[in-house]
């Protein structure tokens, strides 16, 4: 029973590039949490979708970001035209249902801009 | 101010020792709380849950919660050194998607 699995672990883009992170939710779950963590801060929540919606995307910064969870494959998140500051570890979560008690995180995506 | 308060430490201890990690918040609409462990380079897991007031026991952990203080603790009692992680208080609202989390305390047991 596979957990959320996320890849690539480690990512490394030039700045201007685009970076493509992809989260497989764990078996059985629908519903899918994006959240990024910087350095000296805790988690932020960007984005809850659910497969073809989403369904809160408040967290998101308005440009360069999007996020999608198509009926066939994995969940991704974009950033577009990387600058330093996108910089930080991205984390998918996934549960069954409604996930106001808790989710399961998967181990993350690094990103470092250079 | 932050929705969540969490002192960052880093903490110390000697193993054998009971361990009190604790959170503020100020938005009295949180309902759900939750305690995250997270080991270096790993994602968080979920240690202890718990809804509205109360205490919650899950064999070395104890969870507490006191609404009107805004207050938020987890003790571990009989620490080990494989409870060297970062641990995470996290809470959310009725009806929301997301959590609310706070910054992490650093935690080393000490052999």
């Known amino acids: 029973n596979a957990g959320v699995m996320q890849n690539p672990r480690h990512l490394v883009r030039r700045r201007g590039q685009e970076a493509r992170l992809r989260c497989s939710p764990m078996?059985?779950?629908?519903?899918v949490y994006w959240y990024r963590q910087l350095p000296e801060e805790g988690l932020k929540f960007m984005v809850y979708?659910?497969?073809?919606?989403?369904?809160?995307e408040s967290g998101m910064p308005k440009e360069r970001f999007s996020a999608e969870f198509p009926k066939e494959g994995p969940s991704i998140l974009r950033i577009q035209q990387v600058v330093r500051g996108d910089s930080a570890a991205y984390f998918c979560?996934?549960?069954?249902?409604?996930?106001?008690?808790?989710?399961?995180f998967g181990s993350g995506t690094r990103l470092t801009v250079v | 101010q932050k929705e969540v308060e969490q002192d960052p430490g880093p903490l110390s201890v000697p193993e054998g020792a009971i361990v009190s990690l604790n959170c503020t918040y100020s938005?009295?609409?949180?309902?759900?709380f939750m305690w995250y462990r997270q080991y270096s380079r790993k994602g968080p897991e979920l240690l202890m849950y718990?809804?509205?007031?109360g205490n919650k026991e899950d064999g070395r952990f104890t969870a507490q919660v006191d609404k009107s203080s805004k207050y938020i603790s987890l003790f571990i009692r009989d620490s080990q050194p494989s409870d060297s992680a970062t641990y995470l208080c996290?809470?959310?609202?009725?009806?929301?998607?997301?959590?609310?989390f706070g910054t992490g305390t650093r935690l080393t047991v000490i052999p």
């Open positions: 979560a996934s549960s069954a249902d409604r996930g106001q008690d808790g989710y399961t």
């Open positions: 996290a809470m959310s609202k009725t009806g929301a998607n997301n959590l609310f």
């Open positions: 938005n009295s609409a949180f309902q759900y």
């Open positions: 979708l659910q497969k073809e919606n989403i369904i809160d």
């Open positions: 078996k059985g779950h629908s519903h």
């Open positions: 718990t809804y509205s007031s």
